[in-house]
């Protein structure tokens, strides 16, 4: 994936340095340091309101490389398709969703939290009743902090919260930035990528003006990356323009890998630990870690 550039100063006798994907130069990301206490959590939405960029698979794949790292990690599944509840093998009828707690019919969040076959990873499930909240919720007294205030009675144990967004901007994305402290846009590398980002930066700009005035944005990250076409390669420098040192250097390739983890229900760190798809989302967690936005 790395390529050597000319127009990078060279001094005399040192190699020029090996660039990644980016263009900028690969850093070597730091193993992390190891926590000697948890909680309380920094909540970060994986968010883009166009579907099947890798919002799901982010989740999944840095909540396990996270959890690796010895960071616990709560992933809420706030989407009613209820990719991520499959995704990570957990029962998504018969169990208290994240619905019953935006609805307040159970108070403490413990009761909807299932520990996952990848020790350090629990979920909070979701189902196809999500997508009635919005409908429930619009009339409630500062529907914007729901989930915020259902996070608050969880966030103590844990390092880092994950929430899976659905592909909309509606009230539940509203929610789910109104209750974080960073967003991560996965974006995919194909043609149409940068349609709609401006949007989504526009709504972190109102939520932050609004509800939220300490959301940051934690980055921007490039999926289903594939080198050999030149497209891929277009895609992604074009992105790099409009985003800068946004852009995370870390960048997930397309394979296979992900799909077939997703049918076998497990993290790709389980599923083809030492495949380059799982090192890559161990990069991507030491950048975010690195980055800060991650403890
Ligand atoms: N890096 C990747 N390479 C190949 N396929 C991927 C990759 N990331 C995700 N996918 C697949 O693309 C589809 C959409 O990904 P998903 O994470 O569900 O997107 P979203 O949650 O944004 O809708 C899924 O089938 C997933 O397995
Ligand atoms: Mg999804």
Redesign the pocket.
């Known amino acids: 994936m790395s390529v050597q550039r000319e127009d990078v100063t060279e001094l005399p006798g040192m190699e020029p340095p090996v660039l990644g994907p980016t263009g900028r130069p690969i850093t070597d990301f730091a193993l992390p340091p190891i926590l000697k206490s948890h909680g309380p959590a920094r909540i970060v939405a994986l968010c ?1 309101q ?9 989740t999944i794949n840095l909540g396990a490389t996270l959890a690796e790292y010895g960071r616990k990690v709560l992933a809420v599944d706030f ?1 009613p398709q209820g ?1 991520l509840t499959a995704g990570l093998g957990v029962p998504a009828h018969d169990v208290l969703t994240i619905y019953d707690l935006l609805l307040g019919t159970t108070k403490d969040a413990h009761e909807a939290v299932h520990h996952t076959a990848t020790p350090g990873l629990d979920v909070v499930p979701a189902n196809i009743d999500l997508s009635a909240a919005e409908v429930h919720l619009v009339n409630e007294v500062a529907r914007e902090q729901i989930l915020a205030r259902v996070l608050r009675t969880v966030s103590a144990d844990y390092d880092v919260i994950l929430i ?1 967004c659905q ?1 909309s901007l509606g009230l539940l994305t509203v929610n789910a930035l109104t209750a974080a402290h960073g967003v991560l846009i ?1 974006l995919e590398l194909e043609y149409f990528a940068l349609r709609g980002v401006a949007l989504l930066v526009e709504t972190i700009e109102k939520v932050r003006d609004r509800l939220n005035p300490a959301i940051e944005l934690d980055g921007i990250v490039a ?2 990356y594939d080198p050999r076409t030149l497209h891929s390669r277009e895609v992604l420098e074009r992105v790099v323009e409009a985003f800068g040192d946004q852009v995370l250097e870390t960048v ?5 890998k ?2 077939d983890a ?1 049918v076998a229900a497990a993290p790709i760190t389980t599923f083809a630990p030492e495949h380059s ?1 799982a090192e890559s989302y161990r990069q991507l967690a030491r950048e975010l870690i690195a980055r800060g936005a991650v403890a």
Not at 252 to 256: A, K, S
């Open positions: 883009n166009k579907g099947g960029v890798g919002k799901t698979t982010t989407d990719a899976d592909p996965p999926t289903m997930i390739g397309r394979t296979v992900f799909p997703s798809a």
